[in-house]
């Protein structure tokens, strides 16, 4: 799979949410990446951005809707 065939599910400023969305995803055998770029030092600047393939992203937006979160 391309770069360009990957494309942004969401943005969290928490790890632990994060964790939460991408252990569904994978239960649901869908791809994804986690990109942390959370400052190493003091975790609290920076954000993680989760990504899925494009073919992907309607049944991961639908699962992060049935969790409670707003597209």
């Known amino acids: 799979m391309s770069h360009s065939d990957w494309v942004?599910?969401?943005?969290c400023q928490d790890t632990i949410q994060a964790s939460l969305?991408?252990?569904q995803l994978e239960e649901l055998s869908i791809p994804v990446v986690m990109l942390n770029q959370?400052?190493?030092s003091y975790g609290l600047f920076g954000e993680i951005r989760i990504m899925v393939p494009k073919k992907e992203l309607f049944?991961?937006?639908g699962l992060l809707?049935?969790?409670g979160f707003s597209i």
């Open 59 to 61: 049944a991961a937006q």
């Open 8 to 11: 942004l599910l969401c943005v």
């Open 38 to 40: 959370k400052d190493s």
């Open 21 to 23: 969305i991408i252990v």
């Open 65 to 67: 809707m049935s969790m």
